[in-house]
Every structure is written in C-alpha cells, then in structure tokens.
C-alpha cells in the first residue's frame, strides 16, 4: 500500500513525500471519519509499519555487506529497491573493470614472459614483485617461493649488490655466472617511485663472437708480419748492397717471392673463406667425383715430386651434386695436406667409395699422425699441431677451415681418424642424397642400368 504509485513518479524524493502524504492523508480522513484516536491509532500503526520496513532493510544490507562478492544483493520493495539495484550496478561495474585490469595485467605478464631477456620489477627495498621466466632461469629464482625476497638475497655477488644500489646506466657484465659459462648482462633501470626494473640478458655467445673476432684479427695480422718483416728487411739489404753481389741479389729476391706467395695465399684463403661465411646460395652441379679423384693423384704426385708413393681407387661411379669447385678446393686441401705433413718416402691413398650408404672419399697417409687432444680443433681457423711444420710446408692454417664450411654446405661430414706416428686418415661423407647416378654416355643411353644402382 505505502508503494502505491498512481502517477508514477521515480524520485526518491517524490516517493518519500507520496508515502508520507499517503500516511497523514489517510490519518486525517480517518479522523475526520472516526475521531482523533481512530486517526491516532492509524498514525501509530503506519508509524511502527514503516519503522519496521526500515529495519528489515537496513538489517539486509547490514548482513549482505558483510559479504558482498559472495551473497546476491537483497530484493526489497520501495526506495530499499533502487538503493539495492544502485548497489549492484556499482557492484557489477567495479567487478567488470577488476576483470578488465586483470586481464590486462595477465597480457603485459605474458608479453614479459615471451621476452628473450629477464625482466624482474623490484619494490622501494629491493625485493622482487615479479619476474618473468628468463630471470628465473638465469638467477636460480623460484617466483612462487621467492617473491616479496630482497634480489640481494638470491644474487649474492658483491658487484650485484653495488650496482644495484648506485643505479649504473652501464649494465655489468657477470662473466662465468655461477660457473655455468654464461656471461650476463645485467642493467638496473629506475622507475615510478624508486622501484627498479632488472633486466639481464644472456650475451655468452656475442662475447664468444667477439672473441674469435679479436683471435681472427689478432691472428691474420700475426701471420702477415712475418713475410712482411722479411720482405722489408730483404729490401733494407738491397738498398745497402753493391751491384754487383749478383748471388745474394738472387737469393734474396728468392726468398722475396717466397713470402709474397705466402701472402697471396692467406689473403686468396682469406677470401674463400670469408665467401663461404657470406652464405651465398650453394651451385648445385653434378659434380664428377670419380674425375676428381684422378686429378687429385695427378695434383698429388707433382706436389711429391715422386718423394711419396701415391695412389688412388674409385669404387663407385656416383657423382655428386654441389659445387664443383668447392668440393674440388676441399678435397685438394685434404690431399694437399697428406703429401705436405708425410715425409719423403711415406704414403698417400686416396679414395671414392660406398660405405653404410654414404659416399665417403678418403686420403690416408702414413704421416706423423694428430695426437687425439687436437683432433676436435683442426677445423679451427689458424689452429695447427705443429707451428713451424705448417709455415715451412705453406700452410695457411686454414686449409681445414675451408673443408669444414664447404662440407657444411653440401650436408657433409669430416671424419678424422689419426694415432702419432701411425699415420692419419681424413674421410669426407656425403648424405645419400647428394649422391647422383653418373650421366649415361649418348651412344650407350637405350641400355643404361637404373640410377643408383
Ligand atoms: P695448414 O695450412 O697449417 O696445413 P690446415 O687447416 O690445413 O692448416 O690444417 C690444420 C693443422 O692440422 C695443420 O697445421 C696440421 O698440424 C694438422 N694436419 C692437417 N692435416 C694433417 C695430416 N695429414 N697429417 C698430420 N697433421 C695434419
């Protein structure tokens, strides 16, 4: 009855002035009807109905806002009804713009997460907020068990620890980390009211970059000082010498020449190498393995100079399909060392075979043989056994640099067998991919067997 609204109204304030308009209204009719305690009653009756009607309401939102996330907002009658759908609307808005930020905060959690470097976001004290998996990995940190932990706590590393308190715009590197053989690199970045952003970032393979950088430089100026040196003092000689010593002029321009080659054939090394570094796209030829082969034994036997018994066996007629002047400058290389590193009167075989399916081509010697340690870095640029045996024999040092990279590009492998003083063995393998039937002779081609067979 108290909610009867004839004229529809929706303002608190209307609804507020009807009921109470409807009470003494009805109250004075009453008295006017019945007499003053007939309207007195009603009054009181009204009065104790409406006091009532607050107290229900107040206890239920009294009980509902002891709990509000987990109990459904009253229904009531009247203005308690607005108050309550109020309610529920601020309710319903605070809970839709807690899902949005948390949804956005799960975003930004997974951008951090799917960075390559650590990122660790650290309080007023020092003590770590959060972290993505990265700086988890690289400083030991468990988030679940080490969040609210002071970072100094779990990075014991005095450096760490200044670093972080003097705010260094330069990132310190921590070689070696934990003796893992990373290197981290680690810059503290302020923000917001003095918090800190870590972030780390693993550089162990551009400090091993930069170290073969300086090696390689270090190493090619090293190798051209040496001729250079000899050249400028032969030269220094000239100047001072007479005319008419004819036979130290000889020798000298001898020796002039023989370091200039050496020159070339660093810098001609150099060049091959930095080619096939450059990753050009690989030729794709149909190469004659079985030709090489034979023009290898020639090569061989005038590099001996008949000082080595030379030999050569092709037991298959496959080709195979790559470069055909890669292959031929790394399988020269082989051959060329097997003759350089034998001495007189030794042996050199060379081979083309058919070995678990692969095509292996082979030179063994019967040289002074690799002690084992060393095996694992001949294919290193500049890396040699024996120094002076490979400068007095023309080595570059990189003749096994340029194999490695060739075979890398045609999918090969070298395999190296060798025992001091027993001689050594270097076997290329070419996947059964790379290799090729041989082309059928025109006059032949109507009764050619099948390809690879
Ligand atoms: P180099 O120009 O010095 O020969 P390589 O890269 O071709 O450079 O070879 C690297 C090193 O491997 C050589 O310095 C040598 O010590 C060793 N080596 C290569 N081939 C042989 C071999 N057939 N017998 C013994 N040692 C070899």
Excluded at 25 to 36: C, I, K
Aim: net charge neutral.
């Amino acid at each position: 009855m108290l909610d009867w609204n004839p004229l529809g109204f929706s303002s608190p304030r209307f609804h507020l002035a009807w009921r109470l308009a409807l009470i003494f209204g009805g109250t004075a009719l009453v008295g006017l009807v019945f007499g003053a305690k007939a309207a007195l009653v009603v009054l009181s009756v009204s009065a104790l109905i409406y006091a009532s009607h607050m107290f229900f309401n107040t206890a239920l939102l009294r009980a509902w806002l002891r709990a509000p996330d987990t109990h459904e907002i009253p229904d009531s009658l009247g203005i308690w009804s607005e108050i309550f759908s109020r309610l529920y609307r601020i309710l319903r808005l605070n809970k839709q713009s807690a899902t949005r930020i948390a949804r956005e905060l799960d975003r930004f959690q997974q951008a951090g997460a799917a960075l390559p470097d650590g990122i660790a976001l650290l309080n007023k004290a020092g003590e770590i907020e959060w972290c993505n998996p990265v700086t988890q990995a690289h400083f030991a940190i468990d988030l679940e068990r080490d969040r609210g932990q002071p970072i100094t706590y779990l990075v014991r590393q005095p450096d760490f620890a200044e670093h972080l308190n003097a705010s260094n715009a330069e990132p310190l590197i921590l070689h070696d980390w934990r003796g893992s053989g990373l290197t981290l690199s680690v810059q503290i970045v302020p923000y917001g009211d003095a918090q800190k952003l870590i972030v780390s970032r693993d550089i162990t393979q551009i400090e091993r970059a930069d170290t073969v950088r300086r090696d390689f430089v270090a190493n090619v100026s090293h190798e051209l000082r040496t001729p250079l040196t000899v050249v400028s003092g032969f030269l220094e000689t000239l100047e001072g010498m007479e005319r008419s010593d004819s036979k130290m002029l000889g020798r000298s321009i001898q020796l002039m020449r023989e370091q200039t080659a050496r020159m070339q054939r660093l810098v001609e090394d150099l060049l091959t190498l930095s080619r096939l570094e450059s990753g050009q796209a690989l030729q794709e030829e149909h190469v004659d393995l079985p030709a090489i082969v034979r023009s290898l034994q020639r090569e061989a036997e005038h590099m001996s100079k008949r000082q080595h018994r030379i030999s050569a066996r092709v037991d298959t007629p496959l080709w195979v399909r790559g470069s055909d002047t890669e292959l031929h400058s790394a399988l020269t290389n082989l051959v060329s060392n097997a003759v350089r590193y034998t001495p007189p009167e030794g042996e050199v075989r060379i081979a083309w075979e058919i070995s678990d399916g692969e095509g292996v081509f082979s030179v063994e010697d019967s040289g002074p043989g690799i002690e084992a340690i060393h095996i694992p870095r001949l294919t290193e640029r500049f890396y040699r056994v024996d120094k002076s045996r490979s400068r007095e024999g023309g080595g570059t040092g990189l003749g096994l640099a340029i194999v490695k990279h060739v075979l890398q590009r045609h999918q090969a492998r070298l395999d190296i067998q060798s025992e001091p003083g027993k001689g050594s063995r270097f076997a290329v393998h070419f996947p059964k991919q790379r290799l090729l039937a041989p082309p059928v002779p025109a006059h032949t081609r109507s009764m050619a067997p099948a390809a690879g067979s």
